[in-house]
């Protein structure tokens, strides 16, 4: 699983599937390169909090994908997870279930 930093790539993941949820949205886009490399990016505006703020958000970001997308995940994709403002206070195993339900919401 490789990180995704170019602003592109983020831009791109834009125009495909989305999954919204309470505490984060969900972005998919199939790449179509023949890589099964599964790329991963999070976002965590200013709109959230102060950086201190962000920084826990992305935290638990990272952590969720790093349970969740090497079973889950679509190969050959690019997934953004975009934190949103319920994500700090929302509790861990449920947002877990959330990205779960992201998941295979957006594999149908």
């Given at each position: ?13 834009n125009s495909g599937k989305r999954a919204p949820m309470p ?30 703020v962000r920084n826990r958000m992305k935290r638990r970001l ?40 992201a998941l295979q919401k957006i594999a149908r």
């Amino acid at each position: 699983m490789k990180t995704l930093a170019i602003r592109r790539d983020f831009l791109a993941a834009n125009s495909g599937k989305r999954a919204p949820m309470p505490g984060f949205v969900l972005l998919v886009r199939d790449r179509d390169d023949g890589d099964a490399t599964m790329r991963i990016g999070y976002t965590v505006t200013k709109k959230i909090g102060n950086a201190v703020v962000r920084n826990r958000m992305k935290r638990r970001l990272r952590s969720l994908a790093r349970d969740l997308l090497p079973e889950s995940g679509i190969r050959g994709a690019d997934h953004v997870l975009i934190g949103r403002n319920g994500g700090i206070e929302r509790d861990f195993a449920q947002l877990r279930t959330d990205l779960a339900k992201a998941l295979q919401k957006i594999a149908r």
